[in-house]
């Protein structure tokens, strides 16, 4: 069975201390691993798409890496705006005509502390 | 501006009475879902449709209904609501581009409570 596993569930930084989320996942074939940012009351906004293990993107202070089995957010040197729950997603299990079914962990909740 | 709306953004209602929540995107994407989002649980996928009158259900499709009639919108459709519906509802929409998945754009969510 799929599953996506997010830890810590809660993260609280003081301004500039970097750290890592991480994702870890069970899937067959994986099709594209997503993380995205939410914000109390908000939905969520995409940041991210890695497609094979060992990529890499950035944007900003993020940084999204992929290996075989997981995923990590690496935050480098937060603000107080960084403050969002991250999600990770993959694509449900049996989606194989390029449809969206995310399959969503349960998330990250930051909390950066000027 | 790209966008998926999402209306009412806030509804109370009693256990019993239909109600839709509707969802329109201005983006021209052939596929958009349905999630609903409880504490503990995260996002999990109600509905979604692949394009006109194509939708099919999700992990957790009962006591819900959908229709496409229209590429821009897919209302979500609650025939008679119980307090166990009573959740954060978002809508999302992106292209279809064969076995490549794209990045999904959310609504702002519907707060729904059913007493």
């Known amino acids: 069975e799929d599953q996506v596993t997010q830890s810590p569930e809660a993260l609280r930084l003081q301004e500039g201390e970097s750290s890592s989320l991480n994702c870890s996942y069970t899937v067959s074939g994986l099709r594209g691993l997503f993380w995205y940012r939410q914000d109390p009351g908000k939905g969520p906004e995409f940041l991210f798409t890695?497609?094979?293990a060992g990529e890499e993107k950035e944007k900003e202070r993020l940084k999204a890496t992929l290996t075989k089995k997981e995923s990590f957010l690496h935050i480098t040197a937060p603000k107080p705006e960084d403050s969002a729950t991250y999600l990770c997603?993959?694509?449900?299990?049996?989606?194989?005509?390029?449809?969206?079914?995310?399959?969503f962990g349960t998330g990250t909740r930051l909390t950066v502390i000027p | 501006e790209a966008q998926v709306t999402q209306n009412p953004r806030y509804l109370i209602t009693v256990t019993g009475k239909k109600l839709t929540v509707t969802c329109s995107q201005n983006m021209n994407h052939e596929y958009m879902s349905w999630y609903r989002q409880d504490p503990g649980l995260g996002l999990r996928q109600i509905y979604y449709s692949m394009n006109v009158e194509v939708t099919d259900k999700g992990d957790v499709p009962e006591g819900y209904k959908v229709s496409r009639k229209e590429k821009r919108n897919f209302p979500l459709i609650l025939e008679s609501p119980s307090p166990n519906q009573t959740s954060l509802y978002f809508c999302?929409?992106?292209?279809?581009?064969?076995?490549?998945?794209?990045?999904?754009?959310f609504g702002q969510g519907t707060r729904l409570t059913v007493v």
């Open positions: 997603a993959v694509p449900h299990k049996g989606d194989q005509t390029g449809a969206n079914n995310l399959f």
């Open positions: 890695l497609y094979s």
């Open positions: 999302a929409s992106s292209f279809r581009t064969g076995h490549v998945n794209t990045e999904a754009f």
